[in-house]
Protein backbone atom coordinates (compact mmCIF):
# COMPACT_ATOMS: atom_id res chain seq x y z
CA UNK A 1 0.00 0.00 0.00
CA UNK A 2 1.57 3.32 -0.76
CA UNK A 3 1.72 6.35 1.34
CA UNK A 4 1.36 9.74 0.71
CA UNK A 5 4.51 12.26 1.93
CA UNK A 6 3.47 15.55 3.41
CA UNK A 7 3.36 17.60 6.39
CA UNK A 8 0.62 19.54 5.70
CA UNK A 9 -3.30 18.30 6.16
CA UNK A 10 -4.16 20.56 3.26
CA UNK A 11 -2.63 18.70 0.46
CA UNK A 12 -4.56 16.03 1.31
CA UNK A 13 -7.63 18.44 0.34
CA UNK A 14 -10.32 16.35 -1.24
CA UNK A 15 -9.03 12.69 -1.32
CA UNK A 16 -11.56 10.33 -1.00
CA UNK A 17 -11.39 7.35 1.43
CA UNK A 18 -13.74 4.67 1.82
CA UNK A 19 -16.01 3.68 4.81
CA UNK A 20 -18.88 1.63 5.97
CA UNK A 21 -22.29 3.46 7.36
CA UNK A 22 -24.45 1.05 9.24
CA UNK A 23 -27.54 2.43 10.68
CA UNK A 24 -29.30 0.55 13.33
CA UNK A 25 -32.79 -0.38 13.77
CA UNK A 26 -33.29 2.07 16.37
CA UNK A 27 -31.92 5.00 13.63
CA UNK A 28 -28.56 5.85 14.96
CA UNK A 29 -25.64 5.66 12.67
CA UNK A 30 -21.96 5.18 12.43
CA UNK A 31 -19.27 5.24 10.04
CA UNK A 32 -16.77 3.00 10.18
CA UNK A 33 -13.56 3.75 7.83
CA UNK A 34 -11.96 1.01 6.18
CA UNK A 35 -8.22 2.63 6.28
CA UNK A 36 -8.19 3.41 9.62
CA UNK A 37 -8.83 3.15 13.36
CA UNK A 38 -8.87 6.44 15.02
CA UNK A 39 -12.33 6.83 15.08
CA UNK A 40 -16.10 6.46 14.39
CA UNK A 41 -18.26 8.81 13.24
CA UNK A 42 -21.90 8.56 14.69
CA UNK A 43 -25.24 10.17 14.74
CA UNK A 44 -28.63 10.35 15.26
CA UNK A 45 -29.28 10.42 11.22
CA UNK A 46 -27.28 9.10 8.18
CA UNK A 47 -26.20 12.96 7.70
CA UNK A 48 -24.84 13.59 11.30
CA UNK A 49 -23.25 10.26 10.90
CA UNK A 50 -21.27 11.41 7.71
CA UNK A 51 -20.33 15.03 8.77
CA UNK A 52 -19.18 13.61 12.11
CA UNK A 53 -16.87 10.96 10.27
CA UNK A 54 -15.55 13.63 8.10
CA UNK A 55 -14.95 15.40 11.41
CA UNK A 56 -12.80 12.35 12.45
CA UNK A 57 -11.16 11.83 9.36
CA UNK A 58 -9.37 15.23 9.17
CA UNK A 59 -8.58 15.47 13.19
CA UNK A 60 -6.75 11.46 12.71
CA UNK A 61 -4.93 12.57 9.15
CA UNK A 62 -3.83 15.76 11.42
CA UNK A 63 -2.66 13.67 14.48
CA UNK A 64 -0.78 11.22 12.23
CA UNK A 65 1.13 14.18 10.69
CA UNK A 66 1.96 15.71 13.64
CA UNK A 67 3.04 12.57 14.97
CA UNK A 68 4.96 12.32 11.93
CA UNK A 69 3.46 9.23 10.37
CA UNK A 70 2.86 8.55 6.97
CA UNK A 71 -1.00 8.34 5.78
CA UNK A 72 -2.04 5.63 3.53
CA UNK A 73 -3.32 6.39 0.38
CA UNK A 74 -7.29 5.79 -0.35
CA UNK A 75 -7.67 2.45 -1.55
CA UNK A 76 -10.64 1.85 -3.97
CA UNK A 77 -14.36 1.00 -3.21
CA UNK A 78 -13.73 -2.09 -5.10
CA UNK A 79 -10.89 -2.96 -2.97
CA UNK A 80 -12.32 -1.71 0.46
CA UNK A 81 -15.67 -4.15 -0.17
CA UNK A 82 -13.58 -6.47 -1.36
CA UNK A 83 -11.41 -6.49 2.40
CA UNK A 84 -14.25 -5.95 3.77
CA UNK A 85 -14.05 -8.77 6.63
CA UNK A 86 -18.17 -9.72 7.59
CA UNK A 87 -16.90 -12.01 10.26
CA UNK A 88 -15.33 -9.59 11.78
CA UNK A 89 -18.59 -6.89 12.14
CA UNK A 90 -21.00 -9.89 12.98
CA UNK A 91 -19.22 -9.96 16.15
CA UNK A 92 -21.26 -6.62 16.71
CA UNK A 93 -24.53 -8.01 15.46
CA UNK A 94 -24.07 -6.06 11.99
CA UNK A 95 -26.48 -7.04 9.30
CA UNK A 96 -23.78 -7.03 5.74
CA UNK A 97 -27.60 -6.27 4.27
CA UNK A 98 -27.75 -2.63 6.63
CA UNK A 99 -24.24 -1.93 5.32
CA UNK A 100 -24.09 1.25 2.91
CA UNK A 101 -20.85 2.42 1.33
CA UNK A 102 -19.53 5.64 1.33
CA UNK A 103 -16.35 7.88 0.35
CA UNK A 104 -15.74 10.44 2.48
CA UNK A 105 -13.47 13.79 1.24
CA UNK A 106 -10.80 15.22 3.61
CA UNK A 107 -11.74 18.70 4.46
CA UNK A 108 -8.71 20.34 6.29
CA UNK A 109 -10.97 23.71 7.20
CA UNK A 110 -12.95 20.87 9.31
CA UNK A 111 -10.33 21.11 12.38
CA UNK A 112 -7.82 23.69 13.61
CA UNK A 113 -3.88 22.43 13.93
CA UNK A 114 -4.26 23.34 17.88
CA UNK A 115 -7.83 20.89 18.14
CA UNK A 116 -5.38 17.87 18.11
CA UNK A 117 -5.92 15.98 21.26
CA UNK A 118 -2.81 14.62 23.02
CA UNK A 119 -3.89 10.74 22.47
CA UNK A 120 -6.04 9.22 19.63
CA UNK A 121 -5.91 5.48 19.27
CA UNK A 122 -3.31 4.55 17.22
CA UNK A 123 -3.38 2.47 13.79
Known amino acids: MSH ?10 GRK ?15 IFHQFHFGIGSGETRQEAIEDARYILALGLLYKLQQGKNIVNPVSMEVAKANFDYDLHNDCDIDPATIEWVELDVDPDLVDEEEVPNEIRRD
Do not use: E
Open 4 to 13: MDSTHLSSFR
Open 17 to 31: YPAFLWTRSDGMAFV
